[in-house]
Structures are given as C-alpha cells and as structure tokens.
T-cell receptor
Framework: QQQVKQSPQSLIVQKGGISIINCAYENTAFDYFPWYQQFPGKGPALLIAIRPDVSEKKEGRFTISFNKSAKQFSLHIMDSQPGDSATYFCAASPIQGAQKLVFGQGTRLTINP | NAGVMQNPRHLVRRRGQEARLRCSPMKGHSHVYWYRQLPEEGLKFMVYLQKENIIDESGMPKERFSAEFPKEGPSILRIQQVVRGDSAAYFC????????????FGPGTRLLVL
C-alpha cells in the first residue's frame, strides 16, 4: 500500500515532442505529489508538485495531471529539449503526520536532437 | 541562500569501518530527512529528524545505522561496521516548518565499501 508505481522505466522522445511519465499509488492517505528531476551524479531537484484538490498544474513546459478516482498522476513535458534528458521520479506523501516521501522507481528520459 | 549541503561527496571505506555522513539543511529549515539510493533505483526513506529529535526512523536498518540532528551543527548519519551492501548514494533533504512536505535535496554522499 506504500508503493508508488512509475512507468515507463525509460523513454526516448524526439526534440520538440511531448514526454509523458505516469505514476499510480494505492495509499489514500497520500495528498502531496511532487516530481523530481535528477541528473547523473546530482541530487534530485524539485520540479513541480500537486495536491489532490486540483486536477492539473502547469509550470512552464511542465504539467502534472492528477486523477484522484483512479489514483494516478502524470508528468507531461511539452516541447521536450535535449537539456531535459535526465531521470525523473514521482513521489507521494501525506501532508499531515509523517512526511516521508515514497518514490517511484524512476524514468530515464532521453531527448534526441 | 545556500542549498542543502552534504559532505563528504564521496567516501570510500573498507568492510568493518565506520562511515559518517554529514548534512547541513537549508537556512531556516528545521526538518531533515535521509534517503538511500541504490544504483538504478528510486530513493528509499530512512529517517526523519527535527532538532534533537528522531521523528520517524521506520526506514532505518535496525542494526549498525544511527542518525542524529543536534541542537548545534549538522545532522549525522552514522553507519558502523560497513558491509558491501551499504554501498549507495545517501541523500539528505530539508524542509521548512511551514511547508514540511516540500523537501529540498542535497547533492548526496556516494559511499563505496571495498
């Protein structure tokens, strides 16, 4: 019940295309869903986050779509660029109580020029 | 505003030695979390601390691992009698009191046990 399942494991997208990464969770106590971007040898960097009171949040080229009934959320990267090539992790946590993040397994995204 | 700082960035230990990893949270942050990342895997929660208190250590191995966040100074993750399976990247994150769920990560310490 504590798991967050992420797919695909790896993704190759052409420059200018849309990258889509999906995550699913089971624990209904989760109510905070961030996405992190990690470059090789670096720490994860917070990219964008959403709470279940909205179905979509957009920041620049990055959009989170959230489906509370299906317990799924996804990251969309519009106009993907080679600099977006990185590993992306979804995560989830409850806002109240223990705030530990439960991470997905990660998606290695490659944007071909 | 400096980010989360971790040192050392790389640490090599032989089996049986002790590893001591340090984390200084962002200025104004009073909550610290430690995560472990094995190669090609996601991050796994280990422990959540506030100043002088361990709040949640449900992800910590029962033996050889300990963590502290003293009133003064950095948070310390200590691994005694390291084994090869402890080789991993260890990340520290911190969050502010008013947005506890928003965690900012440091660059990590890569531990290699020979």
């Amino acid at each position: 019940q504590q798991q967050v399942k992420q797919s695909p494991q790896s993704l190759i997208v052409q420059k200018g295309g849309i990258s889509i990464i999906n995550c699913a969770y089971e624990n209904t106590a989760f109510d905070y869903f961030p996405w992190y971007q990690q470059f090789p040898g670096k720490g994860p960097a917070l990219l964008i986050a959403i709470r279940p009171d909205v179905s979509e949040k957009k920041e620049g080229r990055f959009t989170i779509s959230f489906n509370k009934s299906a317990k799924q959320f996804s990251l969309h990267i519009m106009d993907s660029q080679p600099g977006d090539s990185a590993t992306y992790f979804c995560a989830a946590s409850p806002i109240q109580g223990a705030q530990k993040l439960v991470f997905g397994q990660g998606t290695r995204l490659t944007i071909n020029p | 505003n400096a980010g989360v700082m971790q040192n050392p960035r790389h640490l090599v230990r032989r089996r049986g030695q002790e590893a001591r990893l340090r984390c200084s949270p962002m200025k104004g942050h009073s909550h610290v979390y430690w995560y472990r990342q094995l190669p090609e895997e996601g991050l796994k929660f280990m422990v959540y601390l506030q100043k002088e208190n361990i709040i949640d250590e449900s992800g910590m191995p029962k033996e050889r691992f300990s963590a502290e966040f003293p009133k003064e100074g950095p948070s310390i993750l200590r691994i005694q009698q390291v084994v090869r399976g402890d080789s991993a990247a260890y990340f520290c994150a911190s969050s502010p009191m008013d947005r506890v769920e928003t965690q900012y990560f440091g660059p990590g310490t890569r531990l290699l046990v020979l």
